[in-house]
């Protein structure tokens, strides 16, 4: 069994940065292709970005060149540094292991609890 815990999340002015971690235990951390996921109130859960045990990234079209996910496999640690925060970044962040893609759909095995982001205007 697989656990994580976010951490990183607050509030920040629109156009401000933040950088999410994830500490990752339980599992062979390399292995697992990693990712974050968010959910606005009253929203359905989006996919933010994924990284491979190989290093391959993918991002939303929404955060794509603001966002930026990276792992540290010594540290069984992921990130994601967010840049040119906006508004509609406002949800809770997800962290996941196990992340995997059918088509256009996204998903993992195991969840984080999650961390609040919030960005005001």
């Known amino acids: 069994q697989v656990q994580l815990v976010e951490s990183g999340g607050g509030l920040v002015q629109a156009g401000g940065s933040l950088r999410l971690s994830c500490a990752a235990s339980g599992g062979t951390f390399s292995n697992y292709a990693m990712g974050w996921f968010r959910q606005a109130p009253g929203k359905e859960r989006q996919f933010v970005a994924a990284?491979?045990?190989?290093?391959?990234?993918y991002y939303a079209d929404s955060v794509k060149g603001r966002f930026t996910i990276s792992r540290d496999n010594a540290k069984n640690t992921v990130y994601l540094q967010m840049n040119s925060l906006k508004p509609e970044d406002t949800a809770v962040y997800y962290c996941?292991?196990?992340?995997?893609?059918?088509?256009?759909?996204?998903?993992?095995?195991?969840w984080g609890q999650g961390t609040q982001v919030t960005v005001s205007s």
């Open positions: 990284i491979r045990s190989g290093g391959a990234t």
């Open positions: 996941v292991a196990d992340v995997w893609s059918r088509g256009s759909r996204w998903s993992g095995s195991y």
